[in-house]
């Protein structure tokens, strides 16, 4: 099957397509970008041309093609100890604070990666709060979610390449990795620890459109380098439903260049990208 070429009202379409559905917003005008995820998605749906997808997209706007193409359309780049000063903060300051509120203790202390992509943000939280909990006899659990079921898939299989644990100290490296198997080349590839893993749940949510219903009350959550891909109202839309499930006196993290043109309701800005809920 050769590479299907895209018109610019076919681009526009698909981009509105994604904005609908996930408040995404990507360029029509990135037709290079467009055209190779889209012949991507064709090669692996079987669907013969650009146009016979939209069709697919008219028919059923909401349906399994929609979520096939949000899926493709959508960038997830992560690594662990990505923006290490947060997780050095949360050492020292922010998981000392939520469990003088009680967390751990009285509930489970819940850290919540709001765009966990393929789990390394999710991954590196669950290290250090368990390093952090070891000793004091903390209960606490890990929630990833993210609008892309299949890059979920990936993250709750937790496996990585070789160089993608070069941030892991060695410590931790040794405590929570396990060998997996060699690839091609000899390089190696690791899985995290069963431990680790069984703190976590997975789960799909547009966090422009969290359901009322979302059984989620976290301590802190990392909302980070996602609302690049937003208009800057719907930055602050999703922000502020994420802040609604933080609990009273826990903590938003956001990405070091993504600057919130106001707090979401209820939130003090407590140092560059951090954020408290009074």
Same mark, same amino acid.
């Given at each position: 099957m050769q590479n299907d070429r895209i018109t610019p009202?076919?681009?526009?379409?698909?981009?509105?397509?994604?904005?609908? %559905?996930?408040?995404? &917003? #990507? !360029? !029509?005008?990135?037709?290079d970008f467009l055209e190779h995820r889209i012949n991507r998605l064709l090669r692996e749906s079987g669907v013969? $041309?650009? !146009?016979?997808? #939209? /069709?697919?997209? =008219? $028919?059923?706007p909401t349906g399994p093609a929609?979520?096939?193409?949000?899926?493709?359309?959508?960038?997830?780049?992560?690594?662990?100890?990505?923006e290490r000063a947060h997780f050095d903060w949360m050492t020292t300051t922010g998981l000392p604070s939520v469990v003088a509120e009680g967390a751990g203790r009285?509930?489970?202390?819940? +850290?919540? &990666?709001a765009a966990c992509s393929t789990g390394a943000?999710?991954?590196?939280?669950?290290?250090? *709060?368990?390093?952090? !909990?070891?000793?004091?006899?903390?209960?606490?659990?890990? *929630?990833?979610?993210?609008? $892309?079921?299949?890059?979920? =898939?990936?993250?709750?299989?937790a496996t990585f390449e070789e160089d993608? +644990? #070069?941030? +892991?100290? /060695?410590?931790? =490296?040794? =405590?929570?990795l396990l060998r997996s198997r060699t690839l091609a080349g000899g390089?190696?590839?690791?899985?995290?620890?069963? /431990? %680790?893993?069984?703190?976590?749940?997975?789960?799909?949510?547009?966090? %422009?459109d969290l359901p009322p219903s979302m059984a989620l009350t976290a301590d802190i959550a990392f909302l980070r380098n996602v609302l690049i891909y937003f208009e800057p109202g719907d930055q602050l839309r999703a922000a502020a439903n994420v802040a609604r499930r933080i609990r009273p006196g826990g903590y938003l993290l956001t990405g070091h260049s993504e600057g919130l043109a106001s707090p979401p309701p209820g939130m003090t800005p407590v140092s560059p990208s951090i954020y408290r809920k009074e």
């Open positions: 009202d076919q681009a526009q379409f698909l981009v509105e397509a994604v904005f609908r %559905l996930s408040g995404i &917003s #990507i !360029a !029509a005008t990135k037709t013969h $041309s650009v !146009a016979e997808y #939209i /069709e697919h997209l =008219r $028919s059923a929609a979520l096939q193409l949000v899926e493709a359309l959508t960038t997830h780049t992560t690594s662990f100890f990505r009285d509930q489970p202390l819940t +850290i919540w &990666s943000e999710l991954w590196t939280a669950g290290m250090v *709060v368990d390093t952090f !909990a070891r000793s004091r006899n903390l209960r606490w659990d890990l *929630v990833g979610t993210d609008v $892309s079921q299949k890059i979920l =898939r990936k993250a709750a299989v993608d +644990i #070069i941030p +892991i100290p /060695e410590d931790m =490296r040794r =405590r929570y390089k190696q590839r690791y899985r995290i620890a069963p /431990e %680790l893993r069984s703190h976590a749940r997975l789960a799909w949510a547009n966090l %422009l």
